[in-house]
Structure formats: structure tokens, C-alpha cells
């Protein structure tokens, strides 16, 4: 699982109304599923080729078969035979002649012949039946353990480098006393192996210890900040939404039932991973990622 999808659409009328309007839907539907959606567009070969070099990293290729000068079979081509890349494509037309266009690789693409009736609503239909598709294909149980560490351990960076700036900042001083004291007295009941470590009472020591300023010891203290700078305070649902969530899949027994479906077993509870559920984590992973941001952003304009 991701949370970043990348398309490029070549079309030679991209900016007209039809496609503009798809380009709405097709981002939208995607936003409403939580990802950062980006959206390149060409007119023709040569410019989706420049784009392509520039940036190789894309969930979907749509193109039209006619592309003014250039057609739509370069586009597949150049990407099949000289990038040697699976990258899913879309491949449609109103003309009769889109399947028999003959092509070096043709595995991983969709045909879509436009019909006059319903030409637009349809292609719209097709595309998103086809992102369906390569989002449950990136959806993989154990891709998604992946994706779950790497997105919290950048968030919990994110939030130790503003509870660090925070502790530390003077004009709060008299505020954070309480929340130190805190700390330490959390530390003395967790960590009797570093007992001597805490007692010094020395913050810098503290903060370079992971072992004695756990996740807990950050959210805590990210939260009593927040409410000493009067910002809403997330930090329960943090917990609740991204460390629990990731110490339940960093944990977590991969196994198998009777039908082959693959699920992780969390202390005797069965997790399956669905649709819905991948849904909620990149969801929550981004309203987090968008909070920690607003902080950050607040601060610097305070400093």
C-alpha cells in the first residue's frame, strides 16, 4: 500500500471540457480514498516522453490513440520496449482500429473503445475500474506492514523534533516545568535499568534515549504542549490512529486460513486486510501527517 498516486494522461484535447471534467472525477475519487493524487498531462508523444524522463514513477498511463502528430502506440512502446516498465495502461479510443493496433508488449493494458452514446461517462467508468484495480494490487498484506513503518516512523520524527524544540524553547519554560517533571517521574516507574541516567534530571540526556523517551513519553508531551501554545490537542487520537496501529502490525503473526486469505494475528485477534481498512490507515496517516505539518508551520511563524 502507498499514499501517493501518479498519473499521466496524454491526450491531445486535455484541456478541453470533457477532459477536464475526468480529470476532476479521477482525482477526486482518489482524494475521497486518501491519497495525494498528482496528475501530469501531454498533448503528444515528445512531451509525454520529456515528462516520463523527468519523473519515472507513475501508478497509470492513459493515452489516446490519435495525439495530433504522434500516436498512441509510441506512448505504450516506449515505455514497454525501451523503459522495459509494467506501469498498468489505459488505452482508448473512438476509433475502430484501437485493438488491432499492433503493439511490442501488450500485456498490462486496458483497451477502451468509446462509444458516441456515452463516450465520456464510460471512459470515466473504465479508468476508475482500472484504478480500482492497481490500488488492490499495491494493497499486498505485507507491502502494507511496510507502508505502516515507514509512515509512522516519519511522523513520530516529525513530532520528536517539535517536542524537542518545545521543551527546550525558554519563553515556555515556566509552562513545561510540570510537563518535565512529568516525564521523569514516568521514566523512574518504566526504566529502573537507567535509573541512574534519569535521576541526573538532565533533559539532553533524556531526549537522546529512546529507551527513556519512548513514543508514549513524546505523544505525552506533544500533548501538554499543544495545549500550553492553545492548539487542539490530537494526541489521543494519534495514539489511538497511528502508534497503536503500527505496534499492532509491527507485532503482528502473518498466517493463512482455510480459504488461502492472508491475514495478521494481533494477541489472538484476527486482522483481514480489506479495502476498507487500508482506506481508514491512509487516512489517518494523512490527517496526522497534515497536523504535525500545521504545528510545525505555527511554530516557525512564531520564532
Given amino acids: ?22 480529470r476532476g472525477n479521477v482525482k477526486k475519487y482518489l482524494e475521497d480514498e486518501f491519497f495525494n493524487v498528482s496528475i501530469e498531462t501531454a498533448e503528444d ?3 509525454f516522453k520529456q515528462k516520463y524522463e523527468d ?18 502506440s509510441q506512448v505504450i512502446d516506449f515505455v514497454r520496449d525501451e523503459k522495459h516498465i509494467l506501469t498498468e495502461i489505459f488505452f482508448y479510443s473512438a476509433n475502430s482500429e484501437l485493438t488491432s493496433t499492433k503493439l511490442v508488449n501488450n500485456s498490462r493494458i486496458t483497451f477502451h473503445q468509446m462509444d458516441e452514446a456515452s463516450a465520456y461517462r464510460e471512459l470515466g467508468n473504465s479508468i476508475i475500474e482500472l484504478i480500482d484495480l492497481t490500488i488492490s494490487m499495491f494493497q499486498h498484506i505485507v507491502t502494507m506492514r511496510g507502508m505502516i513503518m515507514q509512515e509512522t516512523s516519519s511522523l513520530d520524527l516529525k513530532m520528536e523534533n517539535i517536542v524537542k524544540s518545545q521543551l527546550k524553547n525558554p519563553v515556555l519554560s515556566d509552562s513545561i516545568k510540570p510537563v518535565l517533571e512529568n516525564i521523569f517521574d514516568n521514566i523512574f516507574a518504566r526504566a529502573s535499568e537507567k535509573l541512574n541516567k534519569a535521576k541526573a534530571r538532565k533533559i539532553k540526556i533524556v531526549l537522546k534515549d529512546n529507551v527513556l523517551f519512548d513514543s508514549s513519553q513524546k505523544v505525552y508531551a506533544l500533548g501538554e ?40 494475528k494481533v494477541k489472538n485477534e484476527e486482522v483481514y ?9 491512509r487516512k489517518n ?19
Fill in 1 to 22: 500500500m502507498k499514499l501517493d498516486y501518479k498519473i499521466i494522461w496524454v491526450e491531445d484535447k486535455i484541456d478541453t471540457k470533457p477532459f477536464t471534467s475526468l
Fill in 45 to 47: 508523444f515528445e512531451e
Fill in 55 to 72: 519523473n519515472e514513477t507513475f501508478d497509470l498511463i492513459i493515452t489516446d490513440l490519435n495525439l495530433n502528430e504522434s500516436h498512441g
Fill in 225 to 264: 504542549i499543544l495545549n500550553i501554545l492553545k492548539e487542539e490537542n490530537f494526541s489521543e487520537d494519534y495514539i489511538k490512529e497511528i502508534i497503536n496501529i503500527r505496534n499492532q502490525f509491527a507485532h503482528a503473526e502473518l498466517m493463512k486460513d482455510e480459504d488461502g486469505n492472508e491475514y495478521f
Fill in 273 to 281: 486486510f480489506d479495502k476498507g481498512l487500508c482506506r481508514d490507515i
Fill in 285 to 303: 496517516i494523512n490527517k496526522h501527517t497534515q497536523n504535525i505539518s500545521n504545528i510545525e508551520n505555527k511554530i516557525k511563524s512564531k520564532a
